[in-house]
């Protein structure tokens, strides 16, 4: 006799499973619910109907399933953005030259700027990255990012980033 439907708790065990696992339990599940069943499994578990498919062809054509160490092969995933784009780093050091602060005394540097600020510039250099890109690499350069804590001001100044400017430029030459 066909089931109608997943079960809630199939679907608790199945959550717990590796990629192989769910594969294959998912093809034992759509062969019990017969015709449909493909279409029911991947409606309640979210795998695509190809995955399922793929699923019922191992569990039919197998005698034994077995799992090696690695679920993927060595090397898989998309490559580091630094990776194939070598002058990213060095542009990313470029643009925060003049936001970089941190204690002389330790290694510690933050910046303020945004990385979706920080990830446009790069962007309009011809660097192709997201914020995720630039927070990741400003991690392994050691950043800390602090974001900008402003109290309300009474009047706003408008020479104000002209007087900052000014300053870092002295600061640099001297």
Partial sequence: MKRKGVS????????????????????????????????????????????ITEGVKEVKGRKELTISERIRGEGGGRKLSTDFDRKLVKSLEDILSETTAGDPMSAIRWTCKSVRKIAGQLCKMGHDVSYRTVHRVLVEMGYSLQGNRKALSRENNPDRDRQFRIINRKVTQF
């Fill in 8 to 51: 809630k708790e199939w679907l608790k065990v199945f959550s717990t499973l590796n990629e192989a696992q769910k594969r294959w339990i998912a093809g034992v599940e759509a062969c019990e619910l017969g015709y449909g069943g493909i279409t029911k499994v991947s409606e309640a578990t979210g795998l695509s109907r190809t995955t």
